[in-house]
Each structure stands twice: as structure tokens, then as C-alpha cells.
């Protein structure tokens, strides 16, 4: 029977779920998955029990494609380095350029010559010289995809003012539109600095907390995010 496991992706830091059929596979185990850009590196960070496989749908979940050995680990440290010695350089021409971008990833393929320049911008721009000094250094297709904010913090991840990884870093795989009509909804301060994320947009949360009743929010405790509504309600009772 194929057991689920967590899975962290190195390059990118995230953690998501994956199944094996592998009976040897433990936590810090190296695994090899598939991605979009061919194959990438992950370390196991824990596997579940026969309870859990038992009760989840898990052949929707993707299967690894088989455990890491030397040659892979080599591979993926050179690949790595690779990817930041592309991302000083592309920097440094952007710098050179004047071009007002904002570099965020680069993320090398590992099934063709290929690579994809992530970056921010407030406009469009022209990036066609950027373009052939990278294809000119690296001998390979270059392909400047250019991000929203609200993907940058998806991308690069941190702890939100609940104290809590990003949402959009750690299970929403979807960034739904979010409107100031679902904070005043619930109640909430309007405040800017309270109903927004790191993004500088307003929170992911305001969206699936206001379809699960929203959250109550005391006029003097207003820094409490998400806390429990029936607790609460109970101890105003006593």
C-alpha cells in the first residue's frame, strides 16, 4: 500500500504532500519529484500512519519519482548554484540597464535548456537587451515572466501578523480576488496595517475566514487574529 509523506522542495521551501510505494523511505530521506521544469529535490520531513492512509483519497495525491541517490544530490547542489550565480548576474544587468524590475526567482530547467527570470514590475517593460545578454552568458532560452506582488510573497514566503507561515506559501493554491467589502463583513478594524498581508495587499484570510462565519474582533484586543468565537463568548458568560 502507498504510504503519503511530506514533502519539503529545497529550492522553493514549500511542503507539500506526496505518496510511495517505497518501504524504506524515512524522514530526511532525499526523493526526487516532478515539477513543471522537469524534475526537482526534496527532503522528507515526516510520513503519516496507516490511519491516515486508510481514510484519505491518496492516489490524487502525485507520486514521487524515486529516492535521491549521490548523483542527484550532486546534481541539484550544482543546479542551485547555478541558479544563484544567474541570479547575481541578471541583477548586476539590471542594475547596468537602469531597468525598473524587480528580480524574485530564477529557476533553471532540468528537462531542456531553459530558464525563467521572475520579476516584479509596476508597468510594462522593455527587457529585449536584458534578454539576449542572458541567452549571450548562458547559452540557453531565457523566458522573463513578470509576477503580481501578491505571487512574489506566495514565492518567497514569511510569517504573517498571526505569527503563522503565509497562507498562500503553505496550502492556498489559488489567489482568489479579495475585496474590502469581506473585512467590513466581519467587522473589522479597516484599518490598512490590520487587513493587510506582507504583500501590502489585503489578507487571503478575509476570504475563507468570511465563508466559515468570520471573526469576532474586541474593540481593545483587535491584535487577536482568529481566535476562537465560542471560547470567548463563553467566558463573557461567566
Do not use: W
Request: charged letters at 35%; hydrophobic letters at 35%.
Amino acid at each position: 500500500m502507498d504510504k503519503v509523506i511530506l514533502v519539503k522542495i529545497e529550492s522553493r521551501k514549500d511542503l507539500l504532500h506526496f505518496r510511495t510505494h517505497e518501504t524504506d523511505i524515512k524522514p530526511e530521506d532525499c526523493v526526487i519529484i516532478q515539477s513543471i521544469t522537469g524534475e526537482e529535490l526534496g527532503k522528507v520531513v515526516k510520513y503519516f500512519g496507516e490511519t491516515f492512509n486508510c481514510t484519505k483519497g491518496i492516489p490524487a495525491i502525485p507520486e514521487i519519482l524515486r529516492k535521491a541517490d549521490n548523483r542527484d544530490i550532486e546534481n541539484f547542489t550544482k543546479k542551485e548554484r547555478d541558479e544563484r550565480r544567474a541570479h547575481e548576474y541578471c541583477q548586476n544587468r539590471i542594475k547596468d540597464r537602469e531597468i525598473p524590475i524587480k528580480l524574485v526567482r530564477v529557476t533553471f530547467f532540468t528537462t531542456e535548456k531553459k530558464a525563467i527570470f521572475y520579476f516584479t514590475s509596476e508597468g510594462r517593460i522593455d527587457f529585449r537587451d536584458l534578454v539576449k545578454d542572458l541567452a549571450k552568458k548562458f547559452r540557453m532560452r531565457i523566458e522573463m515572466r513578470q509576477i503580481g506582488i501578491r505571487d512574489e510573497a506566495k514565492m518567497i514566503g514569511g510569517v504573517g501578523i498571526c505569527g503563522r507561515q503565509l497562507c498562500c506559501k503553505t496550502f492556498l493554491n489559488n489567489l482568489e480576488p479579495i475585496t474590502l467589502q469581506m473585512a467590513k463583513k466581519q467587522n473589522l478594524n479597516l484599518n490598512p496595517v490590520k487587513i493587510s498581508g506582507m504583500c501590502g495587499r489585503l489578507m487571503c484570510c478575509l476570504s475563507y475566514e468570511e465563508d466559515e462565519g468570520g471573526r469576532i474582533v474586541i474593540e481593545d484586543q483587535d491584535e487577536r487574529v482568529g481566535y476562537d468565537e465560542e471560547e470567548d463568548l463563553a467566558e463573557d458568560k461567566k
